[in-house]
């Protein structure tokens, strides 16, 4: 069993950055994929980037890739997600999430274990 808390969104004016945390609770084992979601108002959950948390090797989306880094600490058991360069569009509830099954995925049907979310205001 994994609990995850995010940490760290806000209201932020576009160009600006900010940087999200998913403190885990319970073993990640190294062939676990640990991702990040969000969710806009009226939309579907979308995938935003995802790490293999033994590797440490990251996937984006197309929308942030340049823009997203996603890291993780295995000694603190943390994911982050440094967001820089801020669109309007990025606005949402993000949600730390994890795919304790060995190969990769976009889908959010297929992570078992999420955050209570955590919600980022960007304006312009």
């Known amino acids: 069993q994994v609990q995850l808390a995010e940490s760290g969104g806000g209201l932020v004016q576009a160009g600006g950055s900010l940087r999200l945390s998913c403190a885990a609770s319970g073993r990640l084992f190294s062939s676990y994929y640990v991702g990040w979601f969000r969710q806009a108002p009226g939309k579907e959950r979308e995938f935003v980037g995802v790490i293999h948390w033994g590797t440490g090797m990251p996937s984006y989306t197309d929308s942030v890739k340049g823009r997203f880094t996603v890291s993780r600490d295995n000694a603190k058991n943390t994911l982050y997600l440094q967001m820089n360069s801020l669109k309007p569009e990025d606005t949402a509830v993000y949600y730390c999430?994890?795919?304790?099954?060995?190969?990769?995925?976009?889908?959010?049907?297929?992570?078992?274990?999420w955050g209570q979310g955590t919600q980022v205001t960007v304006s312009s």
């Open positions: 999430a994890v795919k304790p099954n060995g190969y990769y995925s976009t889908r959010a049907s297929e992570y078992n274990f």
